[in-house]
């Protein structure tokens, strides 16, 4: 089974105590925010706070995947955020608001460069592309196979909603969106994570939402709290029923081809290859994660 992504923690930059102390929640993956969560006045500090973080040893010790998401390379900013998250050790890129692949392909030659120069491997640093206006979602087919360097898509509703001149409410608003960047994900082979949800408060509507983009086929989900980590962990660890039911179907499916049947039966229901291969899936789940508490 490929890496775990279930949760992306953002915390902003500038940050300094939250930069040190984050490995502590044990996230999938945590991201370094030099956009929209630090202020003009601090961004050149913040990247120097980044940069040093990342070469902590202690993420790696974790095995915590880092990510910064720089600021877009439109700005005064972007190209020294790429700079400071390559030459520190960054594992991948947020690329904020990709519109196009074009965008993708004007990162990569800058990231190539960079790699480079600060003698990494050219093409070992990942990139994740958060689709964030309408233009995004349209084009996510095309972002998602621009380049072997793309490990995932990321819906990222905030932007995306004021695009869309509407707001956040029961989740139809994002419905369509929420699809069209999964299949995306799904077609290029790669990773897809859902949009953070903000009120930290709300343990319900954030279990809600998880079940509903766990059931949809998301990967994770970006995060802006700790307190959202094991809740997700969890909700996407499978049930002992599930665990259960998956290891008799992959008995049963053993011991038909054993016997050399083509269709097999378990408890009055046909096993075929979709459902033994989902069984598959629950056991390595199980295996990375452990059991639903
Ligand atoms: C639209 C966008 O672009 S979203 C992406 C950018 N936004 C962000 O990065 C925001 C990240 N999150 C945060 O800054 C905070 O969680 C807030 C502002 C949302 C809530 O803050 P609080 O109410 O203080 O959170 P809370 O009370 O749960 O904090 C508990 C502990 O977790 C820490 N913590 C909170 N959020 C984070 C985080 N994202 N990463 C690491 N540590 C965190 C706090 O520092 C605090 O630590 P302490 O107990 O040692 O003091
Ligand atoms: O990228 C994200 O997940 C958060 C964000 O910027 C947005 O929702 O606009
Ligand atoms: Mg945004």
């Known amino acids: 089974m490929s890496r775990l992504r279930r949760s992306m923690l953002f915390l902003p930059g500038s940050n300094a105590a939250m930069l040190s ?3 502590v929640y044990q996230p999938d993956s945590i991201m370094f925010d030099l956009e929209d969560a630090v202020s003009l006045r601090e961004k050149d500090s913040a990247r120097l706070l980044v940069f040093h973080t990342l070469q902590l040893p202690i993420y790696k010790e974790f095995g915590i995947e880092t990510i910064v998401r720089i600021n877009s390379l439109k700005t005064e900013f972007g190209l020294k955020d790429l700079e400071a998250a390559i030459w520190g050790g960054a594992d991948a890129i947020r690329l904020p608001k990709t519109d196009s692949a074009q965008e993708i392909h004007e990162l990569e030659v800058h990231m190539a460069r960079i790699e480079k120069a600060s003698g990494r491997e050219v093409g070992s640093t990942k990139i994740v592309a958060a689709i964030e206006s309408a233009l995004g979602v349209v084009n996510a087919l095309s972002i998602a196979q621009s380049s072997p360097r793309l490990m995932g898509i990321a819906m990222a509703a905030f932007d995306y909603l004021v695009d869309m001149q509407t707001q956040r409410g029961d989740g139809s608003e994002l419905f369509y969106a929420r699809c069209a960047v999964l299949h995306a994900a799904r ?15 709300d343990e319900e509507g954030f279990l809600k939402e998880v079940e509903l983009i766990k059931h949809l086929g998301y990967n994770g989900k970006s995060l802006i709290n700790p307190r959202q980590i094991l809740p ?17 179907v992959i008995a049963a499916a053993e011991e038909g081809e054993k016997k050399g049947l083509g ?26 994660s452990g059991v639903r508490q």
């Not at 660890?237 to 008799?248: C, I, L």
């Not at 009055?268 to 598959?280: C, E, H």
Request: net charge negative; glycine share 4%; aromatic share 10%.
């Open 21 to 23: 102390t984050a490995f």
């Open 263 to 288: 269709v097999i039966s378990l408890n009055g229901k046909m096993i075929d290859n979709p459902i033994i291969n989902s069984a598959r899936r629950v056991i390595s789940r199980y295996e990375a």
């Open 187 to 201: 077609v290029a082979g790669i990773d897809a994570f859902d949009a953070v949800f903000s009120d930290v408060d």
């Open 232 to 248: 997700l962990h969890n909700a996407y660890s499978p049930t002992q029923a599930e665990v259960d039911y998956a290891q008799q």
